[in-house]
């Protein structure tokens, strides 16, 4: 059975950073991707940040570069997204999800359709 459990939400003012965890297990290949998503009350969700545990490549949505660092512990199991400089505009639910490797490209890298594996998200709260 395939799980991902999102950890490390909460509170913390503007300006302030925040690390989230990604716990994963069940998964029967080792060439996936772990995607962060965000979703804002009344908003639809969006892709934040992405990694393929094959080679460690990453992407980032331009309202997150220089700000967000994803990265991932193989051996671990778990994926990371550490947010720095945080904004109010960053408040949502953060959820990360697992898509298959080879469906790495450009268009389907941050689409949440293309995910089939989801946690139950973890609520990130920034304060002005």
């Known amino acids: 059975e395939v799980q991902l459990v999102e950890s490390g939400g909460g509170l913390v003012q503007a300006g302030g950073s925040l690390r989230l965890s990604c716990a994963t297990s069940g998964f029967t290949s080792d060439d996936y991707v772990i995607g962060w998503f965000r979703q804002a009350p009344g908003k639809e969700r969006e892709g934040v940040s992405c990694i393929r545990s094959s080679d460690g490549s990453t992407y980032y949505a331009d309202s997150v570069k220089g700000r967000f660092t994803i990265s991932s512990d193989n051996a671990k199991k778990t994926a990371y997204l550490q947010m720095n400089s945080l904004k109010p505009e960053d408040t949502a639910v953060y959820y990360c999800?697992?898509?298959?490797?080879?469906?790495?490209?450009?268009?389907?890298?941050?689409?949440?359709?293309?995910?089939?594996?989801w946690g139950q998200g973890t609520q990130v709260t920034v304060s002005s």
């Open positions: 999800a697992h898509m298959a490797g080879r469906f790495w490209t450009f268009s389907a890298r941050l689409t949440p359709a293309e995910y089939d594996y």
